[in-house]
């Protein structure tokens, strides 16, 4: 069998690498040239544990070949982004243009597969009408579903073979074509079901845990005003066998748990849960920026530690922190000094304030903004910090740092969803 992925993105490559790893033959489309020179090396230009080596043996196994021209193939998978527009509503100019990329292509048999996060109702209304320009019977010659992946950035490799998924077919023979395909590598449960629930069930993943969070940041914002500790109220209803509150933060980023649950509210008006979560995510950073205002003096020096939009990877896209950034930069006149392990400087617009070494970063500083808790910032050495800061004051915006510690170095502490 002969698999085509179009889209070598985070999920596009990582989809094809399985397939070919499972022994089928796989090319993998992109428009971007570089990224298809780059995957006939051997070479990913993303960064995700355990996925360079992996590509490297199925392409120099010669299972998985980058193009840059749509071939004809079994099964066509569309792993393209959909970015969201000004108006929280999706942009499908991406999944229109793979979906005609492969009408010219397809044969009587051939499965399409959509992986793209969209609105309900994407696969009936966008793509099938596309599809069959090709003149075949879509559901009868040609097999259509959606299935999402689920997969954590960081644990990818894992999680793309152990997770359940689910299938949504345009009619029930789709959907059973298009598990037996996904059967070669997934190693979780498949379940089937028709494009609409399926389009609706990745939404609602992401949605439940945006609600979530927000239930945390309200919380975190009260207690503040309460002096509770949010984090200790969260530990603690927990032990509660049916309760999983989440955490607390500086805003909710990434391009899922941001982005998704618009999809839903642009389809259905009456969300007031999903909306008002969304607006108090995003309204995060600007807390953290009222808190910084409150905090410091004009002329003050603020050291950020992290900026990417969760720890450990190098993903900037939504990033709560970037935008923290921003506003200061726009806003205020404070001196910012920025330092992150795995972001990529030419990503941002502020990279002349980002430097490599902690003690640049602290030196002179006023206070220290623990912006994204990256497993490289667990053993600092707050003794050799507080000797360089103007003024020992770490604000933590994670509940990351031991504070008993900090004190001890005579540092002031300021911590999110309690002070
Ligand atoms: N965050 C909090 N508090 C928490 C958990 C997360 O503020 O308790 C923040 C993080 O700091 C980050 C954002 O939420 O800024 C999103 O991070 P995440 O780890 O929750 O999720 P993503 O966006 O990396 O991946 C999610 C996952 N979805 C779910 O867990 C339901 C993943 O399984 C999906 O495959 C992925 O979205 C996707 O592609 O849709």
């Not at 544990?49 to 840059?68: A, D, H, I, M, Q």
């Not at 770490?394 to 300021?414: A, H, P, Q, S, W």
Request: include cysteine; hydrophobic fraction near 40%; aromatic fraction near 6%.
């Amino acid at each position: 069998m002969k698999i085509a992925v179009i889209g070598l993105g985070y999920i596009g490559l990582p989809t094809a690498a399985m397939f070919a790893r499972a022994g089928l033959d796989v090319i993998g489309y992109d428009i971007n040239k570089e990224v298809v020179e780059a995957l006939n090396k051997g070479k990913i230009l993303i960064s995700e544990p355990g996925l360079g080596e992996l590509v490297k043996e199925v392409v120099e196994n010669k299972k998985l070949r980058g193009v840059s021209c749509m071939e004809e193939s079994d099964a066509f998978i569309i792993c393209v982004p959909t970015p969201i527009n000004e108006d929280k509503t999706a942009n499908l100019d991406y999944v229109k243009d793979a979906a005609r990329s492969i009408s010219k292509f397809l044969r009587k048999g051939n499965a399409v597969v959509l992986e793209s996060t969209s609105p309900p109702g994407t696969v009936e209304d966008v793509v099938v009408p596309i599809l069959a320009e090709s003149g075949l019977a879509i559901g009868e010659e040609v097999y259509v579903a959606y299935t999402p992946e689920r997969v954590l950035p960081g644990k990818i490799i894992q999680e793309i073979v152990q997770n359940d998924r689910v299938v949504g077919g345009i009619n029930e023979k789709s959907a059973h074509v298009v598990r037996d395909i996904y059967s070669a590598f997934v190693k979780g449960n498949i379940y089937t079901t028709d494009s609409k629930t399926a389009e609706l069930c990745k939404l609602m993943e992401n949605t439940y845990r945006d609600v979530n969070i927000a239930l945390a940041n309200e919380l975190a914002i009260f207690c503040e005003e309460m002096g509770i500790n949010a984090w200790k109220v969260v530990e603690l209803a927990n032990k509660h066998p049916r309760v999983n509150i989440h955490l607390p933060g500086p805003g909710v980023g990434g391009h899922c748990l941001a982005v998704d649950p618009w999809f839903i509210v642009e389809k259905q008006k009456e969300t007031g849960i999903i909306k008002k979560s969304r607006e108090i995510n995003d309204s995060m950073p600007k807390h953290v920026f009222n808190k910084l205002i409150n905090l410091l003096p004009d002329n003050a020096k603020i050291s950020i530690l992290g900026i990417t939009y969760k720890p450990n990877i190098d993903d900037l896209r939504e990033s709560p922190i970037v935008e923290l950034i921003n506003l200061l930069i726009e806003k205020t006149n404070y001196r910012l000094s920025i330092h992150d392990p795995y972001a990529h400087k030419d990503m941002v617009s502020f990279s002349h304030l980002m430097t490599d070494s902690i003690e640049d970063v602290v030196r002179d500083a006023d206070i220290l903004v623990l912006g994204v808790n990256h497993d490289d910032y667990k053993d600092m050495d707050f003794e050799r910090i507080s000797n360089l800061m103007r003024t020992k004051h770490v604000y933590d915006t994670r509940n990351f740092f031991c504070e008993e510690k900090l004190i001890n170095y005579g540092f002031k502490t300021t911590l999110l969803g309690r002070d």
